[in-house]
């Protein structure tokens, strides 16, 4: 993901601020540490972005499958 955002912007260093981060995990229903997946992936943005801009709030949701295998998806939140 972040390899994306880079080539998106032309550089990490470009950006500002990570606003929001909304994690979706797919998961037998009975699966219930969504909130572990999400934390590990604002911890990856603080280490690699640094306290300042890595930085966010973040959302865990569980969800029984993910449309098309997508594994992840980089771009403002679909309205």
């Known amino acids: 993901m972040l390899e994306a955002v880079r080539a998106d912007v ?4 470009r950006i500002a601020s ?10 037998a229903p009975d699966f ?3 909130h572990l997946v999400a934390d590990a992936a604002a911890q990856c943005l603080l280490h690699v ?7 966010q709030s973040r959302a865990a949701i ?12 980089w771009g403002p939140p679909s309205s």
């Open 49 to 55: 972005l640094g306290p300042e801009v890595g930085r």
């Open 62 to 73: 569980g969800v029984a499958a993910l449309p098309a295998g997508c594994r992840w998806r």
């Open 32 to 34: 219930t540490d969504q």
């Open 10 to 13: 032309g550089g990490l260093e």
């Open 18 to 27: 990570a606003v929001r981060l909304t994690v979706y995990v797919a998961g």
